[in-house]
């Protein structure tokens, strides 16, 4: 049995089809699930897709329940 193999942020990005920062905007402010490996980022891609499944990347809610306005 092969363990599964750590992936770079960029790697994640790419899988996930967003950019490096929503990557790192995720993990500090949805929980994305990450590693720390000394000053890098590192994670397991069935860790991140059972967390995109669970509803982790949904946009965010605000206290009356709709979805927030972007300026474009």
Known sequence: MTAE???SVDQ??????VTRDSIYRWI???H???HRVGRLWKFKVSEVDGWVR?????EEQRSD???PS???
């Not at 994640?12 to 089809?17: N, R």
């Open 54 to 58: 669970a509803g982790g990347a949904d």
């Open 65 to 67: 329940g709709q979805t």
């Open 5 to 7: 193999p750590w992936v």
């Open 12 to 17: 994640i990005a790419e899988h996930l089809g």
């Open 70 to 72: 972007r300026k474009i």
């Open 32 to 34: 994305l699930p990450a």
């Open 28 to 30: 500090d402010r949805k």
